[in-house]
């Protein structure tokens, strides 16, 4: 099993009487809110916890795309990955991902995508999220009648550019380009593996099959409410012939460790109950725009009467019921070794995507979960599924042939800082 | 009350399904519906059949028609409407158009003016000015919307329409009879915003001038989902265009003021023999 740790980035400092004050964290959130310096100081302090992620021996660090929000502030997750490329260098760097069909040419993507498989040595996952209603749609101005219709023609074309050797033109509906031909191709190939998040559409699950890429449950509302989904993606692999290989799946968790159980609500709370009551105060008006949501898609959620509609997040639950209800996995390592155990049978996920910073947690409790997870949990958990073989995880240089940041200058110090020639 | 007849127009493989209400005598009138479609043949519907054969075709994604594939962007939108027309064998009639409706029968009217014998606009949209922002019609929960559509928010269709938003709400007890009406609305407004996501403005402020058909824009005096300062616009840029407010009235001025928006179409129609 894998461990991949992910950062959303949120903004830390939303006023106490934020619910209160605002409809929502998203879209028109009145950015005076956003001090800028202290924004330069949580960026790098996320960095940081990345970047110990990667000293600790995690799979993966995980970043994503959001836009003109308080809950993430990664408008651009390929600058975060960028920097990550050059601070980090065992972790793969999972980008997931990029909205393609917000950039114009789609090739932007193919092109940084390249460039950071690249510079990191073929590092790189590749996500390719349809994106939130509120990014792509409010922010963006992407027409929800017609934007999975895009995405399809994004994704065509940026791995046809991946592969082509030979310029060639395209001639689609929404992009009309006389010459792609990239330049820098990816180290990997045929190109980086490609994950796509979903909410539990099937025709998300059919698009993975048959291409062969990684289906990313991404639901905050944890394990146990995902177990019906996740079957379900389980279930129309099989109806397909596709083999029930746990590394097709990954799934996102929030999880927060401390020494005892007794320790973890009174350590973690504040921050648990700032993520599910600021962070993802949604308004809802703006989460379902008419076209975005397929109608079987539609019919699906409104017939299934199962509460699982977008707007039930886990906002204004007590600890207790977050914890009973698998929203969060939270304790000491016993705890959470037993019940990631759990969630790994019951999902038959072989990725876990790990939100282990939340809300507004600090660096010491959050280093300190990661620390714990590391060494306390991680270990017992590695072999499972060991018996499948990863096909959707980066073929990267082998770490001999990996370039070290620095190691250029290092090099030619002594050269470069030699006394100047004086000449007569 | 006269009821419509209900009928569907097929125009050819690859191309939408059509249904089309029609109702009345006379001369003919082609109706085109706003964003909410045809819910009930109500308000201004009856009054105007009374005087009009009105054709009332619907949109693809509202009611039985089909086919939203096929219209990819505005303009094949426009030419839809001829192909209706056609298929009706109408020959430049009065075209009616609320909202939505109001801004394609204008770029109709602008497309090919000699097909249009007169034109009144209800509240359309199209235009875009910076300090009246037409209200976001998909950014919102469906029940706010409500004080932007209706001036008198407990006239009868308004209340008609909160009942309807409850449908709208997170609890999951809807009767199997109320998921379809849900999926319906839903249908509806994904072939609205098709069109008018996000900014529901392409380019008819321009085109205004070539329109030749006589032109009436009505509006009703206290809409707070499109302003009326946009009445004068059409009004300046429209060649022969007047202007009617009615008072008392929002956004849905043939759902909640029928009889006077009906009395001034036919006024003024009356006035141009």
Known sequence: MKFNWFHLMPYRWLPDNFRERYHGVWVDLPNALYDPERGHTLYNEYLDMLEYADQLGYDAVGVNEHHQNGYGMMPSPNLMAAALARRTSKAMILVLGNSIALYNPPTRVAEEFAMLDVISGGRLIAGFPVGTPMDVNYCYGQNPATLREKYREAHDLIIKAWAEREPFAWNGKYTKLRYVNLWPQPIQKPHPPVWIPGLGSIETWDFCAERGYNYSYLSFTGYKRAKKVVDGYWERMAALGKEANPYSCAFFQQICISDTDAACEREWWPHVDYFFNRCLHLYPGMTAPPGYMTEASIRAGVAAQAGNTSMNLGTNKSWKELVEGGYIIAGSPATIRQQVEELAHSLRCGHLGLGLHMGSAPIELTNRSTYLFATEVMPHLRSLWSEWEDHWWPKALPEARREKPGSHNAAVKAQVERPMEVTA | ?273
């Open chain 2, 1 to 273: 009350m006269n009821t419509p007849r209900s009928q569907i127009l097929n125009l050819g493989a690859n191309r939408p399904s059509v249904e089309v209400l029609e109702a009345g005598e006379g001369a003919p009138l082609l109706f085109l519906h706003g964003a909410g479609g045809i819910a009930a043949w109500e308000g201004a519907l009856p009054l105007l059949s009374a005087n009009y054969h009105v054709y009332a075709p619907l949109l693809p994604g509202f009611g039985q028609s089909t086919g939203l594939q096929y219209l990819e962007d505005q303009f094949d939108l426009f030419l839809h409407g001829f192909d209706v027309m056609e298929a009706l064998g109408l020959e430049r009639p009065f075209v009616v158009g609320e909202s939505l409706g109001g801004w394609m029968a204008a770029e109709m009217a602008a497309l090919r003016p000699k097909e249009i014998g007169r034109l009144a606009l209800a509240a359309p949209v199209g235009l875009w000015r910076d300090e009246a922002p037409v209200v976001d019609l998909f950014g919102k929960m469906v029940h706010e919307l409500i004080p932007y559509l209706f001036h008198n928010q407990s006239c009868p269709a308004a209340q008609r329409m909160m009942m309807l938003t409850m449908l709208f709400s997170d609890k999951d007890d809807r009767t199997q009879e109320q998921v379809e009406i849900l999926i319906a609305m839903s249908r509806g407004f994904r072939t609205a915003a098709k069109f008018l996501f996000p900014i529901p403005e392409h380019g008819l402020e321009h085109r205004l001038w070539r329109i030749a058909a006589p032109t009436l824009v009505v509006w009703g005096e206290q809409d707070r989902f499109v302003s009326p300062i946009y009445a004068e616009i059409f009004r300046e840029k429209i060649p022969n265009a007047e202007v009617v407010k009615i008072p008392g009235t929002g956004h849905l001025i043939g759902l909640e003021s029928p009889e006077p928006y009906a009395e001034a179409l036919l006024r003024w129609e009356r006035d141009q023999h």
